[in-house]
C-alpha cells in the first residue's frame, strides 16, 4: 500500500497543486469567521486522529481523499466548510489533491431551517446543501457508487467530479462524544467506483470512536 500523509490547509497545500492550472480557477470562497475556542480546538485535534486512525488502516484503499467538514458562521447563517481543516490523501494522488483544493472553496448550507436552492454550481448559493450538508442536517449517512450521476443540484462539485474522475463516495455524520449534536462530516472520496461500503462505514466508525467520536 502507498505511504499516507496528513496534511493541514494552511501548512503548504498550494505547493502540492501542479495541475491547478489544468482547470479554470475554481471559485472564491465567501468570506467566513472561524474562531476556535478550547472546545473547537479539542475537535480539531479528535478528528486528526480519526483521520490518522483510517490512514493507518490496513484495509485502506489507495486513491482516497478523506476529509473533514465543521460548521462555521457566515453572518447569520451556518455554513460547512473544509478549508482549513485536516485530510488525508493516497500519496502520490495530484488528482485528489487538486480534487481537494476544488472542495475548499466550497461552503454549504448547515441550517436546517433552510431549503436548498438550485445554486448555480460553483458554490455561490447561500442555499446551497450538498452532500456534506444533506448528511450534516439529516444526520444519516449518504454514499453513491459514482458522484457522476448526480445532478448539479444533488452534488453541486459534479463537474470537477467529472474533470478529475472523482466516483465512489461516502460521507457519515460526526457527533460530540456525550449528546445528538452534529459537529461535522468526514467524507471519503475515491478515484473509482464502490458499491459496498460496509467496510469504509466500520472503519470510519472505528476511527471516530477511537478519537473519542461518534
Request: a negative charge; proline letters at 7%; one cysteine or more.
Amino acid at each position: 500500500m502507498e505511504d499516507w500523509e496528513i496534511w493541514m490547509e494552511e501548512t503548504g497545500l498550494s505547493s502540492l497543486s501542479p495541475l491547478q492550472s489544468a482547470v479554470a480557477s475554481p471559485p472564491s470562497p465567501a468570506p467566513f469567521n472561524i474562531s476556535y475556542g478550547d472546545g473547537d480546538l479539542s475537535l480539531r485535534k479528535r478528528m486528526m486522529q480519526a483521520l490518522r486512525y483510517i490512514k493507518d488502516s490496513e484495509s485502506t484503499e489507495p486513491n482516497v481523499l478523506a476529509q473533514v467538514w465543521v460548521p462555521v458562521r457566515q453572518g447569520a447563517k451556518h455554513m460547512l466548510t473544509t478549508c482549513g481543516q485536516p485530510f488525508v490523501v493516497a500519496s502520490p494522488n495530484d488528482v485528489l489533491i487538486q480534487y481537494r483544493t476544488v472542495s475548499s472553496t466550497y461552503l454549504f448550507s448547515a441550517g436546517e431551517d433552510e431549503e436548498e436552492g438550485d445554486g448555480d454550481g460553483c458554490g455561490h448559493s447561500q442555499a446551497l446543501v450538498g452532500l456534506p450538508g444533506r448528511v450534516f442536517r439529516r444526520k444519516l449517512p449518504e454514499w453513491t457508487p459514482n458522484v457522476q450521476y448526480y445532478s448539479v443540484n444533488e452534488y453541486p462539485r459534479v463537474a470537477h467530479a467529472q474533470h478529475y474522475n472523482v466516483q465512489g463516495t461516502l460521507a457519515l455524520p460526526v457527533f460530540e462524544p456525550q449528546g445528538q449534536s452534529c459537529v461535522g462530516v468526514v467524507e471519503l472520496v475515491m478515484t473509482g467506483q464502490k458499491i459496498n461500503y460496509g467496510p469504509e462505514m466500520d472503519k470510519v466508525c472505528r476511527a471516530l470512536q477511537f478519537a473519542q467520536l461518534h
